[in-house]
């Protein structure tokens, strides 16, 4: 049974910044595409930064210069760095696993920003 477990959610001010950790656990034969995504209250998900599993990134334009998506040593760890939050960053953060059978998403962990 796969699961994905975040943390490092919690309050913070403008400006301030956060560092979200994902792992995997399970029986996992390689290492693949992980990715953060965020949902508002009364707002779709949506994806936040990416990465492949040979390290390419893609980040959503509002947080481009501000988060960075990294991996663990770990195989299929992965973590956002967000500095200089805003109160628009705010949500619940979820990690998603994207292997060749199916993706699998962990609970999320709320990230509280404010103005």
């Known amino acids: 049974q796969v699961q994905l477990v975040e943390s490092g959610g919690g309050f913070v001010q403008a400006g301030g910044s956060l560092r979200l950790s994902c792992a995997a656990s399970?029986?996992?034969?390689?290492?693949?595409?992980m990715g953060w995504y965020r949902q508002a209250p009364g707002k779709l998900r949506e994806l936040v930064a990416d990465?492949?599993?040979?390290?390419?990134?893609n980040y959503l334009d509002s947080v481009k210069g501000r988060f960075t998506i990294s991996r663990g040593n770990a195989k299929n760890t992965v973590y956002l760095q967000m500095n200089s939050l805003k109160p628009e960053d705010a949500g619940v953060y979820h990690c998603?696993?994207?292997?060749?059978?199916?993706?699998?998403w962990g609970k999320g962990t709320l990230v509280t920003v404010s103005s």
């Open positions: 998603k696993m994207s292997t060749w059978r199916t993706d699998y």
């Open positions: 399970g029986i996992i034969s390689s290492t693949n595409a």
């Open positions: 990465i492949t599993s040979g390290g390419s990134t």
